[in-house]
């Protein structure tokens, strides 16, 4: 805000008022040529105006005294509302200075421009936390479409699943379909269980792609659910399938919840950013009803309309939300560390020689829904040597070259894609009690050993099949490992000092259920 009046960086004088009443000059002599002003402790009004006033003519030839304190340089903000302290030489005071001076005055549009911005910080306060990343707010717009159209899906699903209890069972008893609609419950949440339990790891290491995956399950499920009036005989069957895929995606949405929220929370606000999400779903979840009940509205006349809203509605509810569950996830940027996202930043490291964001990682990862992602050549995996692949004589010098010093060995392994394409790749074996910077170490080598080979392509291409050469060649391939370890080593601290600078969780690593075996060293 700017005061009504002004103090210039060196003088204590300050401009006359473009008004002055004529009761203040009731003089007899004539009005002096020139005005020296001195400050006077301020009068604090709604309108913030000073009080101004002048010396008399004989004061003209003094040094004007020091002037006293006015507008301190601070300024508080509380739930939009912006007060700046003042002091008056005896007392200090707080006083709204949002708007500056004219913001007081009766003006139509600006008080309606100061309620909606107040209104909205209100707004924003209540369902926004107070410390989250910048990325959040894009999320929540996504957020908002995905629960409103889903929230009024599954009430159109809901409401077909009555309609088809009471024409498939209309001469039974109220038990029978109590008891159908409680085995549809039980076994649903059987599956969840199962799902649970069978792809706990994958809810880390997998994030993204298990959350979109289930959401399309779910989906489905309310189109499942839709049909059943269509079938009222087969209702258990349908409602039992449709509730076990409802039950896998909740059991998803609630394992992964936490991951995200963690993603977004800036200072250790976890909880708050959880319950400002129950707020937010809640709330969403809400409008999605009353967008549910004013279709049934519009419709209520007809009964014909009303049994055809939802397949109607469906494949259009359904693309909206699906598209705002994906273009949410995009805005999603995890911290913590996975193989994948270890080898995007490694590889960045090497090529370009800096550290990437997690934006900037969380771009490149994508979610991947379909699995089609290349890896590229010479793909880096992390686990042990499968005997049924086929496994080169040269992966079994370099295991027996081990020793017990070792956390961890890198060898070639042949491996076949899902069209029996024949392709080569790096394995990286880990040792039990490898800590998180052996593995990020073993990486960081073999993305090394990686580079090495694509620069050489041609001259390593049929090491594989070195035949009488496999003594030249295990010593050509041991010497390669250790130029790249030595990189590794050189590289390590600085790699580590710039993930720890960009916000990456460097402490642990999220490994899949096969990245997780480990070997142990056997000195016989």
């Known amino acids: 805000m700017q005061s009504a009046f002004y103090t210039a960086s060196n003088s204590h004088q300050f401009p006359l008022p473009r008004k002055i009443h004529e009761t203040q000059f009731t003089a007899q002599r004539p009005f002096p040529k020139k005005l020296k002003t001195c400050f006077k402790a301020p009068t604090f009004t709604n309108s913030l105006r000073t009080s101004i006033g002048y010396e008399p003519e004989e004061s003209l030839g003094k040094e004007p005294g020091p002037a006293k304190p006015g507008r301190l340089p601070v300024v508080i903000r509380r739930s939009g509302i912006v007060s700046r302290y003042f002091w008056d030489g005896s007392s200090l005071q707080l006083v709204g200075v949002d708007g500056g001076a004219e913001s007081f005055s009766f003006n139509f549009e600006d008080g309606f421009r100061k309620l909606y911005r107040i209104c909205s910080l209100a707004v924003r306060d209540f369902f926004i936390p107070k410390q989250v990343s910048g990325n959040y707010m894009d999320y929540v717009k996504w957020k908002f479409l995905h629960r409103v159209f889903s929230s009024a899906l599954q009430v159109l699903a809901t409401q077909a699943m009555f309609r088809a209890i009471g024409i498939g069972y209309s001469r039974s008893l109220p038990a029978a379909a109590a008891l159908n609609w409680l085995l549809k419950e039980g076994l649903g949440r059987l599956s969840r269980c199962i799902y649970t339990a069978s792809l706990a790891s994958a809810f880390d290491t997998n994030l993204k792609r298990v959350r979109f995956s289930t959401s399309v399950l779910f989906s489905l499920s309310l189109g499942v659910e839709l049909l059943t009036p269509a079938f009222p005989q087969y209702f258990l069957v349908l409602a039992s399938l449709a509730n076990m895929a409802k039950q896998i995606s909740l059991a998803c949405y609630l394992a992964t919840g936490s991951a995200v ?164 790749g790096i394995l990286i074996c880990v040792r039990e009690g490898a800590s998180t910077t052996d593995i990020v170490m073993g990486l960081l080598q073999a993305c090394y050993i990686r580079k090495s080979l694509l620069m050489n392509k041609y001259r390593w291409e049929n090491l594989f099949d070195a035949g009488d050469e496999l003594e030249s060649a295990l010593k050509e391939w041991s010497k390669l490992i250790e130029e790249c370890k030595c990189r590794a080593q050189c590289n390590m601290c600085l790699l580590n000092k710039q993930m720890l600078t960009l916000g990456w969780a460097t402490k642990n690593i999220l490994l899949s259920s096969q990245e997780q075996i480990r070997y142990s060293f056997v000195d016989d």
């Open 261 to 424: 929220h963690r993603s977004f929370a800036i200072a250790d606000n976890l909880g708050e950013v959880s319950a400002k999400a129950q707020i937010q779903t809640v709330c969403f979840d809400n409008l999605g009803l009353l967008l549910a009940a004013l279709l049934n509205m519009l419709f209520k006349n007809s009964q014909r309309l009303q049994t055809a809203l939802p397949f109607f509605v469906y494949p259009i509810f359904s693309v909206i939300d699906l598209f705002a569950i994906y273009q949410g996830l995009k805005h999603v940027h995890l911290q913590t560390l996975t193989k994948d996202r270890l080898e995007i930043i490694l590889n960045t490291w090497i090529e370009l020689g800096y550290v990437p964001a997690p934006a900037e990682v969380s771009k490149e990862e994508g979610i991947d829904f379909l699995r089609s992602k290349d890896k590229g050549l010479w793909p880096i995996r992390i686990g042990y040597l499968d005997p049924k692949n086929q496994i080169p004589e040269l992966s079994m010098m370099t295991m027996c070259s081990t020793s017990g010093e070792d956390y961890y060995f890198i060898s070639m392994e042949i491996f076949y894609t899902r069209i029996r394409s024949r392709r080569q």
